[in-house]
């Protein structure tokens, strides 16, 4: 079954919940940040389905293929289902998936992402009973835009906010159409607005930044994993240190994982299949120098920063600055200028 547009595979799992759920799943949208949106969706499905769900991740790049064979027949050691989530498929990950797709297991649940089109055209055929796809590689302008936009609405409403039509515009006018940008500029006006329910294009005028900016989330990167020191300074709107502290937590919490991974032996790439490639390959380089100590550090100094964001007078901008410098004295990472791409 192959669908072209998100609405249109969002009603087809309504309505195969909860008997008629697929056992693969391939998604083919040329935004990697869009795409690994639309599969962590229909993983959400799947794991309202069946409860518990063990869940591997797999990326096409760094030796991903060889362990998704592995996984593939592998059985389950209780019986229950599982689910893997390989993302990034190339054309050797293709022609390995074949014999696979010709016979899915029942007891395992196979979801598939690639920027590639010519990708749907080589395994559909193969599994066209069982698979059930998205190709949005023909996707219209306006149909993108269309999408993003629900999407957006749906990331407010999940936060008890409302977005107006007039804010939705400002948005797409002043930042394009990178969804991970538009979510953190919403995150941004969420904090800005606190209690207020709607918010309106005359929030985003007063808060959110023009000219398009370096992204907040850049900056975060960029000190956690190269302590760029630029970084300093960057909060200079209300709401920003928010933001800020969010994707900074995000990114210390991932860098004590991997270390805690590495500490007891077992493989990291897990841990950084969701992320964009570029991302993950520079962290895959810096791995022999990650310290659990520094990563430890910094979650408190940041818990410090919020604490005294939500307790007193002090700016943020001060505070933003402060909890910097406890990170750029850091000596586990190495001095940078730039952030991760």
Known sequence: MKFQTARALGRHLKEAYPDH?????????????????????????LKKREGELSVFSASGEEGGLAS?????????????????LFDEVKEEGAKALAAYLKRPSPDLYL??????????EALYPLGKREIVALDLSKEKPWERRERKEQWLKAFAQARERELSFSLISFLFKEFGEDLS?????????IAFAK???LIGEEEARAVCSKGRPESLWK???????????????AVS?????????????????????????????????AALSSLFSKKREKIMRLLPTLSERDFRKGLLALFECELFAKNSSLPEGFLWNRFCLTQLSCDALPASQSAPS
């Open 111 to 120: 979801l598939l992402g690639s920027s590639l089109p010519k990708l749907l």
């Open 237 to 269: 709107e209300s709401g920003d240190l928010f933001v800020l502290i969010a994707q900074t937590r995000s990114e210390l919490q991932l860098g004590l994982d991997l270390c805690e991974r590495l500490k007891a032996k077992e493989d990291p790439r």
């Open 21 to 45: 759920l697929s056992p693969v799943y391939l998604v083919i949208c040329k935004e990697e940040f869009d795409r690994k949106k639309l599969l962590k969706g229909i993983l959400a499905t």
């Open 195 to 197: 209690d207020k329910r």
């Open 219 to 233: 900056v975060a990167e960029g000190l956690v994993w190269e302590r760029s020191p630029s970084a300093l300074g």
């Open 181 to 189: 940008l538009l979510e953190q500029e919403v995150s941004k006006l």
């Open 68 to 84: 998704v064979k592995k996984e593939l027949y592998s059985p389950s050691l209780f019986g229950e289902k599982r689910a893997i």
